[in-house]
């Protein structure tokens, strides 16, 4: 089966600073990319997904880049804002009948002042 | 809309005990999920719907039986609850183009 893996597992930046997650995937069928935050208590909100015929994509402050040769993707958060401060997971599905997500392990992203 | 529910919000069982936790999602989409979150471990699937009337295993299925009940409903029961259930317990459904919104959790505790 699949198998994602995450780092770091914890990341403090300075408010204003930039922010990287990294994640590789074991499957070459998987063509499917989310990226979750969920903060304490909460629920995992997908951010951004990235699919295996784009290389990158954008929504505001937020980047996702995929490498389907090396099998990784990335996170980029800039201009980062104590607000970002939550876990965030990024995952991999084959997308067939459904979207089974194999999830990586977190990273505890702090953003201090 | 309410998007995906889950009850109950909390739930703490004896060991050998059952229970069922609850599901529905109200974005008329056809593929649901059940997943279990431990700490350090992210999220695992245990079992999924990809249309009303089947249901397949996940990663984690051991323990868990699972029911579609309708297109918005889908239910997971513990029959024998064991302490290494204890988890939290998050529902999530997923419409064409494979997004997956999750429900609020259920924090189970097996004693």
């Known amino acids: 089966g699949e198998n994602v893996e995450q780092h770091p597992s914890t990341l403090s930046v300075q408010e204003g600073d930039s922010a990287v997650i990294k994640c590789t995937y074991s499957?070459?069928?998987?063509?499917?990319f989310p990226w979750y935050k969920q903060e304490l208590g909460k629920r995992p909100q997908l951010i951004i997904d990235?699919?295996?015929?784009?290389g990158e994509k954008k929504d505001q402050r937020i980047a996702v880049t995929l490498n389907k040769t090396a099998k990784h993707f990335s996170l980029h958060i800039t201009e980062t804002q104590p607000e970002d401060s939550a876990v965030y997971f990024c995952?991999?599905?084959?997308?067939?009948?459904?979207?089974?997500?194999?999830f990586g392990t977190g990273t505890r992203l702090q953003v201090t002042l | 809309n309410a998007g995906v529910t889950q009850t109950p919000k909390f739930q703490v069982l004896k060991t050998g005990q059952s229970m069922t936790l609850q599901c529905a999602q109200d974005?008329?989409?056809?593929?649901m999920y059940w997943y279990r979150q431990d700490p350090g471990m992210g999220l695992r699937l245990i079992y999924y719907?990809?249309?009303?009337?089947?249901?397949d295993k996940g990663e984690v299925p051991n323990g868990y039986n699972v029911s579609r009940l309708n297109k918005r409903e889908f239910s997971l029961r513990l029959e024998s609850a064991a302490p290494s259930q204890t988890s939290v317990y998050f529902c999530?459904?997923?419409?064409?183009?494979?997004?997956?919104?999750f429900g609020p959790g259920t924090r189970l505790t097996v004693t």
């Open positions: 499957d070459s069928a998987s063509n499917y």
């Open positions: 974005m008329n989409h056809n593929s």
């Open positions: 999530a459904s997923s419409g064409p183009y494979y997004e997956q919104y």
């Open positions: 990235i699919r295996s015929n784009v």
């Open positions: 719907s990809a249309s009303e009337g089947t249901t």
């Open positions: 995952a991999a599905s084959w997308t067939g009948t459904a979207s089974k997500l194999t």
